[in-house]
């Protein structure tokens, strides 16, 4: 995680009303809940055009739909915030991309001296995830679900293990990585993570929805449930301790508010080009992650970026096309399903509707 009922369904928003049949973003709404979750928002543009499609239920045992404007926990979706936070402070000359992270942050990381601030961006640092140790499934989950965690622990609990090869040979999806950035984002400006891309991001694009929640539990205002199988039964997990994904999947936000998000960053408007066309650019043909973005090229050829974002009870899509003509923003809440796979096609549907 941290990167994963009755039905009714509600009239999309700016858009005329259509049999769905002949809808295919409602026709996908209506397949999420079929395959598991138990409700689904989702946000579709195209050329300037919004409509925001729901379905499921906001909890269970109630049939109370899905809001179009409510807030969910997005996950790793986070990753792409904090990426475009360090990407700024690179071209304002205040870090290195290609600098070993000991200089900013000595004695933190074994092989702090190899590992770059562009291994930690693009997964390829080596670094332990700490998500193998403080496991989120199943009924693990309800042993750390109110504990506060700290950057220093969660990094800790990595440093004590060997690299899981050596830094910059190779791939591997890492929520340390971004712990670590949000680290160097602190020890950067002298302020958290989170109040830089309040600063930086979420102020200048009207992202008022949009929650950095900490330690708080509770999702503010008005939101789906999010659900998670534990013993065999679902379990309502919406309250949660966030601080055990920090840097790496914390936020709270609303499809309206990433596509803020999604398009000023398609339209160069929050990083220089140059770094844009690395951060959007995988190291390898094989490879489908840029710098705190992962890529992927549709079935209708149209390519795009983004995130997704998982974390107990919540799945989040947020991707779009390089020239941000097409995007989607998603939120899944989380009862026996969906798998990854749906949240691909979600993407490839919608984009190529």
């Known amino acids: 995680m941290l990167n994963t009922v009755p039905f009714v369904l509600t009239a999309a928003l700016l858009a005329p009303t259509t049999p769905a049949a002949a809808d ?28 925001t499609v729901t379905a499921g239920v906001s909890e269970l045992d109630t049939r109370k739909p899905v809001s179009p404007t409510g807030r969910f926990r997005i996950g790793s979706t986070t ?31 074994p092989r702090g001296s190899e590992i770059t601030v562009r291994m930690l961006l693009q997964h390829t640092s080596g670094l332990y ?91 503010p205002g008005r939101h789906a449930h999010g659900y998670q199988e534990m013993n ?46 690395q951060m959007t650019t995988p190291r390898s043909a094989t490879e489908e992650y840029g710098l705190g973005v992962q890529t992927r090229t549709t079935p209708c050829g149209i390519p795009v970026f983004g995130h997704t974002g998982g974390i107990p009870g919540y799945g989040t899509i947020a991707f779009t096309s390089a020239d941000g003509k097409r995007r989607v923003e998603a939120s899944l809440t989380l009862g026996r399903g969906p798998g990854d796979g749906a949240f691909y096609s979600l993407i490839d549907k919608v984009i190529c509707a």
């Open 24 to 51: 295919p973003i409602r026709t996908v709404a209506r397949e999420t809940v079929a395959a598991g979750a138990t409700g689904v928002q989702i946000r579709a543009v195209r050329d300037g055009h919004s409509r």
């Open 79 to 109: 990753k792409s915030f904090v990426a475009t936070v360090v990407l700024q402070l690179v071209a304002e000359r205040r870090l290195g991309l290609d600098a070993p992270v000991e200089r900013y942050l000595p004695g933190l990381l």
């Open 129 to 219: 995830n700490y998500l193998r140790t403080i496991s989120l499934e199943d009924a693990d989950l309800e042993k750390i679900r109110y504990q506060h965690h700290s950057p220093e622990s969660l990094v800790a609990i990595a440093a004590a293990r060997p690299l899981d090869f050596p830094p910059g040979s190779r791939f591997s999806y890492s929520n340390t990585n971004y712990v670590v950035l949000g680290m160097l984002i602190e020890r950067t400006t002298g302020h958290a993570w989170g109040d830089e891309a309040a600063k930086r991001i979420l102020r200048p694009l009207g992202m008022r929805e949009t929650v950095i929640p900490g330690d708080r539990t509770r999702i």
């Open 232 to 277: 065999g039964k679902l379990v309502d997990v919406t309250e949660l301790n966030p601080s055990v994904a920090g840097a790496s999947g914390e936020m709270i936000s609303t499809t309206a508010d990433l596509d803020k998000f999604t398009h000023a960053l398609a339209a160069g408007r929050l990083v220089p080009p140059a770094l844009l066309a």
